[in-house]
């Protein structure tokens, strides 16, 4: 059965930098740090990347009743990559395909906390904190009657909604596909339980900004964030005949498992991911020359990252400039694969890398050839890879081609 070619129209963000995709880029590529010490309740000093968000702007105050913040960030974020995209209607053969981690993670806390101080709980708590919500509530703001999906594959979650709307997109089975993640985990009881997993980085004394630190001898770990990205997918041949912008084409996807532990990573499942996207967007190593990594800046998940890599590009892997902007703007969880599918699209769109920051020493074990310098210049990219390494053994890899190649 022959594919049609998969490109990207539209991309909407409400990022930790913002939500202007050009303004957010460029902040990263200045090397500009959204992190910050967390002013919310916990039992240990943390940073995190917190989304500034106006909600007045998408939702009445009736309208808010049973919506959490999840699903809040996910309309706001698909709405703005439907106007970039300038489709001012989705028709019936559009979909929906969303990732999240969680789900509604204040509706669940508050739930908790108002049936420990009353005996009381929302009403309106299930369709608030159901992993699907965000999804739906994308569905009925932009009136799509085609599929909507649903996937909660850990750190993998948006990148697997990327790949798997890209495919229904490049089988002829929809024209139009919204594609992204969300996730809005900042309430109290996660911070808590993702310090008593001790995976969350050391608050940086001098500058929290800088505490986290991928590939970097002296990382300590992962540093929470928030947010919501989603993008517009559409056939080439459709985007071409409505005068579309055409950021970058979706060359291809692999998706692969460790089977080997909750939440170690294994690099051969990672191997095994990166070549099934090479493969799939028929690209060599030598081809690719930018990787926009998971990096969460974890002593082990970088290391095993960096393996990988090696065993896949070889005698390439110098050619293969390597960044994690987690260093800037957090762990987004279930959005991450979207945020930095977005990111990875627009480096590849405007031949720039952005910048993996606060190394100072770089890791031995991590000996790839990392951007540590903000405003570098690709004027030669012409694919880029996006890694989504999740919990549970879940490895995902999306391939972006320059739109001048599609």
Known sequence: ??????????????????????????????????????????????????????????????????????????????????????????????????????????????????????????????????????????????????????????????AVAIAEAAKAVARGELDCALAGGSEALLVPGVVRAWQALQTLAAVDGEDPSRSCRPFSAGRSGLVLGEGAAFLVLEPLEIARARGARIYAEIAGSGIACDAVHLTKPDAAGQVRALKAALKAGGLSPADVGYCNAHGTATLIGDVVECNALKQVWGDDLDRLAVSSTKSMHGHLLGAAGALEAVLTALAVHRRALPPNMHVGTQDPACDIRLVTEPGWQAPALRAAISNSFAFGGTNVVLAFRSADQA
């Open 1 to 158: 059965m022959s594919t049609r070619r998969v490109v990207i129209t539209g991309v909407g963000l409400i990022s930790p930098h913002g939500e202007s995709p050009d303004s957010v880029f460029d902040a990263l590529m200045a090397g500009r740090s959204a992190i910050a010490p967390w002013s919310g309740e916990h039992s240990a000093p943390a940073v995190v990347a917190e989304a500034p968000f106006d909600v007045s702007r998408w939702f009445t105050r009736l309208q808010l009743a049973g919506v959490d913040r999840v699903s809040q960030l996910a309309v706001a974020a698909a709405s703005l990559a439907q106007a970039d995209a300038g489709l001012e209607l989705i028709d019936e053969n559009s979909g929906v395909y969303v990732g999240t981690g969680m789900g509604g993670a204040s509706a669940i806390e508050n739930a908790f906390s108002s049936h420990s101080s009353s005996g009381r709980t929302p009403p309106l708590t299930v369709p608030a904190f159901m992993p699907n919500a965000p999804a739906a509530h994308v569905a009925m703001r932009a009136g799509v009657h085609g599929p909507v999906l649903t996937y909660s594959v850990a750190c993998a979650s948006s």
